[in-house]
T-cell receptor, first 111, second 115 residues
Framework: RKEVEQDPGPFNVPEGATVAFNCTYS??????FFWYRQDCRKEPKLLMS???SGNEDGRFTAQLNRASQYISLLIRDSKLSDSATYLC????????????FGQGTELSVKP | SQTIHQWPATLVQPVGSPLSLECTVE??????LYWYRQAAGRGLQLLFY??????ISSEVPQNLSASRPQDRQFILSSKKLLLSDSGFYLC??????????????FGSGTRLTVV
């Protein structure tokens, strides 16, 4: 089983749509969770951390379910500029800060 | 502020040739440093990480090696490149102890094509 698994995608949605990305992780000792965004042929950039209580940043909402080892990212009112690959990232809990990246889910927002 | 530099941005090398990619970090001291590779259409694979000068840990056996000759310098090398070494190589850094809060910051990457 992969350490971090994401929806395979790609997701093709119209502008204004709400889209949800799902991610599961295998290490129950993991403590840190992030969503990164990667534009085509660019480096990944931190989008948001994911906290146990859930957190929101504008149109983006991240949720964590430790019991199910499941993370989600919701994007509301999607924009053309949201088109990118979204990477779910989890620390390898028993090895400190080492971060493991999911394969990524590609999002394409169409006019 | 902290910045991370990687070079070159793109590289085309013949099979069997050597490789040296360099990464430097400015504005911080004693960072954790990482090398990742992203093959075409695939996820990021952690190759090496370093918690200090001369301290290198390898994630997977491969045709590559890494060195950290100075606190803020991380080098990825190969003596003889294989076709399968092609990919997008990314260097990243984090503050020791803060990575679980702030994650990693990546350099702009080197796109390597082995021909």
């Amino acid at each position: 089983r992969k350490e971090v698994e994401q929806d395979p995608g790609p997701f093709n949605v119209p502008e204004g749509a709400t889209v949800a990305f799902n991610c599961t992780y295998s290490n129950s000792a993991s403590q840190s969770f992030f969503w990164y965004r990667q534009d085509c042929r660019k480096e990944p950039k931190l989008l948001m951390s994911v906290y146990s209580s859930g957190n929101e940043d504008g149109r983006f909402t991240a949720q964590l379910n430790r019991a199910s080892q499941y993370i989600s990212l919701l994007i509301r009112d999607s924009k053309l500029s949201d088109s990118a690959t979204y990477l779910c990232v989890v620390n390898r809990g028993n090895q400190g800060g080492k971060l493991i990246f999911g394969q990524g889910t590609e999002l394409s927002v169409k006019p | 502020s902290q910045t991370i530099h990687q070079w070159p941005a793109t590289l085309v090398q013949p099979v069997g040739s050597p490789l040296s990619l360099e990464c430097t970090v400015e504005g911080t001291s004693n960072p954790n440093l990482y090398w990742y590779r992203q093959a075409a259409g695939r996820g990021l694979q952690l190759l090496f990480y370093s918690v200090g000068i001369g301290q290198i840990s390898s994630e997977v056996p491969q045709n590559l090696s890494a060195s950290r000759p100075q606190d803020r310098q991380f080098i990825l090398s190969s003596k003889k490149l294989l076709l399968s070494d092609s990919g997008f190589y990314l260097c990243a850094w984090s503050v020791i102890g803060d990575e679980i809060i702030y994650g990693y910051t990546f350099g702009s990457g080197t796109r390597l094509t082995v021909v």
